[in-house]
């Protein structure tokens, strides 16, 4: 064998054993690849929720717990440096306090309110929104400005005797919070709200140690939805909201049931008849708010002086009822325990809303949550008291009732029937009740959407020219331009255009509009083509095209949003309408129509949902 053949075996056994290396280094290298994809997939994040978003949630939660902690004891020192008393840990006023103190301290109260309304709005470029507006406009995107436009008149109202709730001023600072956290994590738009969302519920679950309330208020009101994607962070938030203050407070339960609260049939009836009876009542305390406020404005026009009257009002009534001085959070305990009963609740209960009525009417910032708490436990103990005077009918619980009501005046007013029947179960302990809580909290809800259709919350936007219903992010709506959608008419008409003619013009616009015109050339409105279709069969009627003009005409600005056409189309069966000149509204720029219009807002609502669910990034 030559010396050139040994060299060609050589080289060839060489190529092979290469060959057959890289063979196997290939197969091996897949089968890492697919035991790091088998395995790997245990821990991918199928619902695209990014971790930041956990991690934020927890460190919020966290931080809103230490903050609703340190309102409260701020709120105390307070109430004890003006009034000489805390309002929020005793009922009634104590021997050694003055009236002219509590008057003092509520007039006091009212300048600074508004000083700190005026501070703080020079501070912001827009009117200070809270955490459900926020999510439903701004995509959760709240500042420290709104944070202390919301939170510093909240405590100056009630830290001086205005009879208001702190609550408002704690879910704030939890969702301003969220959102200050999300925006330098550089979240998306759906994780923002998200963790806005979280934020609040830690407030909630830590001002009455109750998580489940809290996760329920945000996924109700914060949110305006449910989906699974949503749960972890929202609930980690609540959870470490509750434990923060555990840890840095350590005391009992907020309401500490001391009588028994067992069910029976009899019970029912009752909780059905004090959920009719609390709606009433809080529908009733929602209007009167609107009724003082519209009063003391035809009084006079300035804001401060209208607080101070009201503060004089205020004060007036702590004189004859000192229990509605504060938020009421420690008359809750006394009246769900029978220590108010009798003639004493149902008085009582009618100051309480006068007193929240004046205090939010008059100008005083805060919420009615507590207080709502507060009215109804009066409630509960007022038909129970009122129920032995019934024939053939067994006494009813008092304390049953209590907690009934409770729920019911709470899930009218709030406007979160869930959130708030566990928030009774949870703060006070007592599950045994929870079916007879549910019943009255249902029929509540119910009654409240039928005769009045709003929370105290969504009704102070509907006056504010807002029309939400809740957190559901409808701000995209009013982002987009119906620009593109606008078609240019195919045919003007005279207004003395014949049936026949305006019936051929119509079969030749396709899906295009019809418009009519008087002889000045002013649009008068578009031809209906659904009552062209009626008459076209009777041509010796004496019709003419002003005739067949869709009435009333509606018309669109070529500016306007998509929410505003939406809404539009929503009132009004016309399936198109007339694109007008702002500055020359009898000049017709083309039409816009409802196929078109709901066509993009079921495309975006599906962008949206998609969003929510984590199939794409927002």
Same mark, same amino acid.
């Given at each position: ?206 001002? %009455? ?182 024939? %053939? ?226």
């Amino acid at each position: 064998m030559t010396a050139g053949r040994i060299s060609v075996l050589w080289r060839g056994g060489l190529v092979r054993f290469r060959r057959r290396v890289g063979r196997r280094s290939k197969a091996k290298t897949a089968a890492g690849a697919a035991a790091a994809s088998k395995w790997g997939g245990l821990f991918r994040n199928k619902s695209g929720l990014p971790l930041a978003v956990l991690a934020g949630a927890c460190a919020v939660g966290i931080a809103a717990g230490a903050c609703v902690f340190a309102v409260h004891n701020i709120v105390i020192w307070l109430q004890r440096a003006s009034l000489g008393f805390a309002a929020e840990t005793r009922v009634g006023v104590p021997e050694h306090t003055a009236a002219w103190r509590v008057g003092a301290a509520l007039v006091i109260g009212a300048l600074l309110v508004s000083l700190a309304s005026r501070i703080t709005a020079s501070w912001c470029d827009r009117s200070p929104s809270d955490a459900v507006e926020a999510n439903a406009l701004h995509g959760g995107y709240l500042t420290w400005a709104d944070g202390f436009a919301v939170v510093l008149p909240i405590l100056a109202s009630v830290s001086f005797g205005a009879s208001v709730g702190v609550e408002a001023a704690v879910t704030q600072t939890g969702a301003v919070l969220a959102s200050v956290l999300g925006r330098r994590l550089k979240l998306p738009r759906s994780d923002l709200r998200l963790l806005v969302g979280a934020g609040a519920a830690a407030a909630i679950s830590a001002a %009455y140690q109750a998580p489940i309330a809290g996760m329920l208020y945000a996924f109700e009101l914060v949110l305006g939805t449910y989906n699974k994607r949503a749960l972890a962070p929202v609930a980690l938030a609540a959870l470490l909201g509750f434990g923060a203050v555990a840890v840095l407070d350590g005391g009992p339960r907020p309401f500490v049931i001391r009588q028994g609260a067992s069910a029976l049939w009899i019970d029912f009836p009752f909780s059905a008849l004090i959920g009719l009876m609390a709606a009433l009542l809080g529908i009733g305390v929602m209007v009167l708010v609107g009724g003082v406020e519209r009063t003391l404005a035809s009084l006079t026009r300035s804001e401060t002086l209208r607080r101070i009257l009201g503060a004089v009002g205020l004060a007036g009534l702590a004189f004859l009822a000192p229990g509605v001085l504060g938020s009421g959070h420690a008359a809750i305990d006394e009246a769900v325990n029978g220590e108010i009963v009798g003639r004493l609740a149902i008085g009582l209960l009618g100051a309480k809303a006068l007193a929240s009525a004046l205090s939010l009417g008059a100008g005083f910032r805060g919420g009615l949550f507590s207080a709502s708490l507060f009215i109804g436990a009066l409630l509960g103990q007022g038909v129970a008291w009122l129920s032995q005077w019934l024939p %053939y009918v067994p006494v009813a619980n008092p304390t049953l009732c209590a907690l009934v009501g409770m729920a019911a005046l709470g899930a009218c007013i709030i406007g979160s029937p869930l959130a708030m029947a566990f928030l009774v179960l949870e703060s006070t302990g007592n599950y045994e009740a929870s079916l007879v809580v549910a019943l009255g909290t249902v029929i509540s809800s119910l009654v409240t959407d039928r005769l009045f259709g709003y929370s105290f919350a969504t009704w102070r936007f509907q006056q504010r020219g807002l029309a939400l219903e809740g957190g559901h992010d409808i701000s995209r709506l009013t982002t987009v331009s119906i620009k593109d959608l606008i078609r240019p008419a195919k045919y003007i008409l005279p207004a003395h255009a014949t049936l026949a003619q305006v019936a051929r013009a119509v079969s030749h616009a396709g899906n295009k509009a019809v418009a009519v015109q008087d002889e000045q050339g002013r649009l008068l409105g578009l031809v209906d083509p659904a009552l062209v279709e009626v008459v076209e069969n009777e041509p010796d009627l004496p019709l003419a095209a002003a005739d067949l003009v869709g009435t009333p005409v509606v018309k669109v600005a070529p500016d306007a949003t998509l929410a505003d056409v939406v809404a539009i189309f929503g009132q009004d069966d016309r399936g198109v309408f007339p694109v007008v000149d702002p500055a020359r509204p009898e000049k017709i720029i083309g039409a816009v129509r409802a196929r078109d219009v709901f066509r993009l807002s079921a495309s975006i609502a599906e962008q949206q949902r998609r969003e929510d669910l984590g199939l794409v990034r927002g």
